[in-house]
Structure formats: C-alpha cells, structure tokens
C-alpha cells in the first residue's frame, strides 16, 4: 500500500463508519465453537448437503473470517488453459505486485510486474500506516464507475457499497481494509492472509489457469491451515455472549486472567504497535495484592519493537528512581505483570527470503498494570495540578536517564488518594535509556499530534534532529491546549476547534501549529483561559526567535559566500 493511499484510510474511517463486503471470504469448514458462531460439525457430505440456496455458510462478523478472496477484473486478453497439464519439477517466482501510479491509482490497463523481494520490502517499510480522504481524480472516478457497471450484472454483488462513495475502492486498499477489520475483530492477530485474484488468472505471483496443479497444491494446504496458521493466537480463548465475544482468558505465571473484551479499542490498523487496552480481573493478584486492586486492573497488548529496549526494563529503572525522588514517587505506572510470547513479525519475512528480516521485527507483549483514569477527565485546578506533578515526574526522570518520547493526553494519567490528585506519566514503550548501547537519541518517537514542531518538519523527520527536553516540554504544553480546548466539563466536545490537528500528516501537522500560535486564534470561555494564553504567548515567541534566528543564519552565510566570490574574483 502506497503512503497516499494509506493516508486515505485513517481518515476516511474518522469520518465514516462503513461495512466491507469482499467478494470471497475463507470460513472454517469443522468450526470450533469457542472461536466461531454456527458450529457445522460433521462428516464432507454432510457439509456438500448444506450447501445450496439459502444454505450457504455465513460468517456474522469479520472474527469469523480467516481470510479473503478479493476479484479485479482485467482488460487483458485472457489466454486459454492449456488442454494437458504437466506438472514440472517446483522453481520459487518472484512475487508480482500491481504497479501504482504517481496519483496513487492502480494502473489498470498493465499486468501485474515482477519486482525484487528487497526492493520492495524496503519500499513496503516506507509506507506507514495512517488513513486520509481521497482527492478523487477523473481516472480514478472513471475506474470507480466501469467496476461498479461491472458489478451490477451480479446479485450476489448489489449489496456492495458503490465505490465512488469510498476513497479505499481499489483492490489494493480494499485488501488492507479487509485485513484491518480482521485484526481489528479479533485479539493478538499474528498476521493476516489475504489474496488478491486479477482478471480471474493471478493469484499471488502464479497464473492459475496455465498452472491448475499448483493452485489445486494451494487450497489444498489453505484447508489443513489450523487456527495458528490463519494468525489467530490461541493463547487467548475467548467467551461468547451470542454473537459477540464478552471476554479472554490466558495464562501468565500460573495465574487467570480475564480480559473484558467489551470496550477493547478497535481502531483499524494493519502495522505498528497495535496497541489494545482491556480491562482485567484475576482473582489470585486480588489475594496476593488488595492494596493494588481497588481501583481495578487493566492490560495493555501490543507488538513491542525488538530492537528497542524492552518496557519492562525501562519501567525496573523508573521504580529505582521512585525509590529516590519524591516526584517520581507515586507518579508512575505499577506494573503487576508480563508476558512476552514467542510470536514475531520476522518471522514470515525469514520465510518469504526478504533482505533484512530482522529489521522493524516486532514481538507480542502483554503487561497488567493498576488502573488508571485519563487526565482529560479533570478540569480546573486538578487538571493542572495533575499536569504540573507530570511535568517534575518527566523532569526527574530525565535528569536520571530515562528519556520518555511520547508525552500525549493519553499517556497522562491520574488517580486519587482520598480526595488528592495524583497525575501519573504513563506508557514507556517507546522511551529510551541513556546508559542504553542504542540511546535512540534522534530516532522519530511520539504522537504526531503533540510533537514538537522541530520534530515534525523534514530535518526532524529525516533523523537529523536530537530529541531533546524542550521537545517533550513542548509536547506537554500542546496536551495541556488540547484538553483546555477540546473537553468541556470533563467531556469532549463535537466538533472540537483543534480537531483538523488530528487529521494530517507530520509537515501538516508542524503548519497548524504555527498557524494557531501565530493568529492567535484562542476560542474565549475555555477551561483555564489565562494558563492557555500563557502557554500559546510562550510558544509563539519561541518560533518567532526560531524564525528570526534561522533568518540571521541565511543572511550570514548568504554575505560569506559574496565575500568569498568578491575575494576570488580580486584574486
């Protein structure tokens, strides 16, 4: 998936909540019924007997989906079987992969081209995830039109939203959206396969038409997949409640847990963190520690970096620092327990021959920590005294070498003792040790939203900018506008003055920033308007001296270079 059509994603499913229908969906034939709905247990007649109008298997939801068949129609001159098969002696292809145009838009007219595993792992790697709204060309709308007058001569695809309302229409897109929505409906997903059929011949890499044996060889091994072959970790059973699972259990240490599946995050994603947030209970941690539980539990699952220094080491060196610091006491996450699974990203890269396998592996993490409450609950007073406590908390942190690189209104915290506030600095996966042999000191970290705008502009991006202090600082102050503007009384308002901020990219994102800071455009009657409008009046004579110092700068060197012209000239 190319950037810009990724970026057509993210904020295309802020804005809408759509349903996606594939064309072919892959349902487990001897189901489980644990994992899936309509159990249909018995013997291959048995199921040929099922199946006929209005019998056919059915999946209710996108967690009864393994996978997914998804059809694009080609104008090429399809060539015809050939009239006997032989079956030669297995040669390794190349993968073939559609070729994209510079406006994003598959090249419909051209053949699928081979291109090198390295080549395009690397560009695959550049690609983030993220979604946006389509700028809809006249080709693309053109495209959009002759695949839906193709569909409408088949029923069983007039349900199917029209394309031209959906920006992700394309059959690239279309297949990560299918694989969002499965890692999004179900728990830990290891990974997800899905296959796109082009012109009813290719089918990753293969003419099946010219080759018949081998896909045959296919979906042959496709019907033996167990549930761990499919990407689903079944370290984490879950309960039914009809259709819906109400909950997970898993093992860690010996001990139950129970994961309230009910108010998961299910936001679409198909690369990065994956963060998942659920709450928990377990009744051995009840009796080992009561101090602990009154407030409850909860689990943060996610896909940690391997090359990162792990969570749970940096979080050993922040109880050492509570042990010290009075700020730091009482102001950080209690972690109760881990678990890190013998599940990586590398692991099929390893498989496919990709160069560099390792590189951005990833591997599942569970930890249970105490629970917590968001500060963007609080108003007035508490909120800042909650702010305030986070802001010594990263502070003493810093000085003792723990780096946070990710201070956003998610990842501040609170709880009470009696009736006093407590703000905590929460969520260290991403930060960084000094006394670390890989400190990651210019590595791009944090949430674009509350970033640091030297970080966000094309030096900071690229790697060529220290995160330092003042860029955290920054990022607290941006939190602390945020919240200020965004929540009243406690409750987000809809719509939001800043909400744009949360819909671009990282150059965007560095532009409204300074645009708001500069027009001084501050809404009145907001929470602690005076402490705002010092913050904004703070920042803004900060670019205004980093404009002016950057001026000087060019001016001096632009007079360097006329007087070196000026002194070889006279030479």
Known sequence: ?????????????????????????????????????????????????????????????????LGVFELKRSKLEMRPPPKVYFVSKYQASEPKFLRIGKDGNELEETE??????????????????????????????????????????????????PRMEEPGGYVTIQTALYAA??????????????????????????????????????????????????????????????DHIESHTIKVDGKTLKLDNRERDTRYRVKGRGTSVMEVTCEALKQEKPAEMVDGMVAKIYWAEEARITEEEVLEHVKEAGNKFEDVRGHVPILLLSKRFPVFTSTIRRA???????????????LVFKK??????????????????????????????????????????????????????????????????NPLGNERTGTILFMAIDLLEEDGQDGR?????????????YVFIWISLQYKDGKSL??????????VDARESAMKKICFL??????????????????????????????EFKLCKRIAQAHLEEATSAGSATA
Request: glycine share 4%; hydrophobic share 40%.
């Open 1 to 65: 998936m190319h950037e810009e059509e990724s970026k057509e994603v993210q904020m295309f499913f802020q804005e809408h909540n759509l349903r996606h229908e594939p064309d072919i969906i892959i349902l487990p034939f001897v189901n489980d019924s644990k994992y899936f709905t309509d159990a249909r247990l018995g013997s291959w007649d048995e199921h040929v007997l099922t199946i006929g109008q209005d019998k056919t298997p059915t999946a209710s939801s996108w967690k009864d989906v």
């Open 112 to 161: 699928p081209q081979e291109a090198p595993v390295a080549e395009r792992a690397i560009l695959a790697e550049q690609a983030p995830l993220c979604r946006s709204v389509r700028k809809t060309t006249q080709e693309s709308t053109q495209m959009a039109s002759r695949k839906r007058t193709l569909e409408t001569d088949s029923e069983s695809r007039a349900s199917k939203r």
């Open 181 to 242: 929505e499965m890692q999004s409906a179900n728990i830990a997903v290891k990974h997800a396969l899905n296959c796109i059929v082009i012109g009813l011949i290719s089918v990753a890499g293969f003419n099946f038409v010219q080759d018949l044996p081998r896909f045959l060889v296919l979906l042959y091994a496709l019907q033996r997949f167990n549930l761990e072959d499919w990407g689903r970790n079944t370290a984490f059973t879950p309960h039914l409640e009809g």
């Open 352 to 366: 496919l021959g990709l160069k560099n396998p390792e590189k951005g592996s990833r591997r599942l993490v569970l």
């Open 372 to 437: 917590l409450s968001p500060i963007k609950e609080l108003q007035g007073d508490e909120l800042v005294d909650a702010w305030r406590q986070c802001i010594l908390c990263h502070y003493a942190l810093w000085r003792e070498g723990i780096h946070h690189h990710d201070v956003s209104s998610g990842n501040l915290m609170y709880y009470r003792v009696d009736s006093k506030v407590m703000g905590v600095l929460n969520d260290y996966d991403l930060s960084s040790l000094t006394s670390s042999a």
């Open 465 to 477: 900018v220290e995160h330092l202090y003042r860029h955290d600082m920054e990022s607290f102050i």
């Open 494 to 503: 809809n719509p939001g003055p800043l909400d744009s901020w949360a819909k």
């Open 518 to 547: 500069t027009s001084t455009e501050v809404p009145e009657d907001i929470n602690n308007e005076l402490l705002v409008l010092h913050l904004v009046g703070f920042l803004a004579r900060k670019i205004y001296t980093r404009v």
